[in-house]
């Protein structure tokens, strides 16, 4: 069985500022991983994935994440926050069943950035 | 602007109506997926289509019925709702349903309210 832990649920920041969303996954054999954001009434939009290839993965609007297998870790980063990074991030591990692409999210964590 | 486009954006409706959520996405994937989620918590599994046939169905209520006329379009007839079926549902499409790294590609939602 998979799981996903996202270690906060809230996280805040000021603008220009780095960011930091921390995510601990469960697998029992080589994941694949996902970051997912989810603005206001929105559906989600995948930032970036990890697939087995590099470890450090470089998304959208500047994300990236690094796949750390010693320390089942994969914690998304920004150098410097905007107003408009404000929104749930979504952790997600991924499974293939025999029916299907099943996805495990974590919890979320909600950004907040202030000026 | 999302790839997969759902109809209609918001839907009140009452307990005895009958209506469909529509979904299209034309990027040539064969998986479409539906998914719920309520306020502050992560998308929940409801279906996977694979080729056009129900491959997953997470033990949903019969109230909600899944279709797949072609492999763009997947529809979501509903009836006989309750109002704990309020929520966000959301499509989604993947080039298949076997990959696991496949990403999964989200549309923005229709928010459904049951009176």
């Known amino acids: 069985a998979q799981s996903v832990t996202q270690l906060d649920s809230h996280v805040s920041v000021s603008e220009g500022t780095p960011v930091l969303l921390r995510c601990n996954y469960s697998s029992s054999y080589s994941p694949s991983l996902f970051w997912y954001v989810q603005h206001p009434n929105k559906g989600l939009q995948l930032l970036l994935k990890y697939t087995s290839a590099a470890t450090l993965v470089k998304g959208i609007n500047g994300f990236e994440a690094e796949f750390k297998k010693s320390e089942t870790s994969f914690h998304l980063t920004k150098p410097s926050a905007h107003m408009s990074d404000a929104a749930e991030y979504f952790c997600v591990v991924s499974d293939s069943t025999g029916g299907g692409n099943k996805l495990t999210f974590g919890t979320g964590t909600q950004l907040k950035v202030e000026l | 602007d999302t790839e997969v486009t759902q109809t209609p954006k918001h839907l009140v409706m009452g307990m005895t109506n009958k209506k469909s959520l529509k979904c299209e996405q034309h990027m040539g994937h064969r998986a479409m997926y539906w998914y719920k989620q309520k306020a502050k918590k992560p998308p929940e599994l409801m279906f996977v289509y694979s080729y056009e046939k129900l491959s997953i169905n997470e033990s949903v209520p019969s109230r909600f019925s899944p279709e797949c006329p072609n492999s763009s379009l997947l529809n979501l007839h509903l009836h006989a709702l309750q109002p704990e079926d309020s929520a966000l549902y959301l499509c989604?499409?993947?080039?298949?349903?076997?990959?696991?790294?496949?990403?999964?590609?989200f549309g923005n939602g229709t928010r459904l309210t049951v009176t």
């Open positions: 989604a499409s993947s080039l298949t349903a076997s990959s696991y790294n496949s990403p999964l590609h």
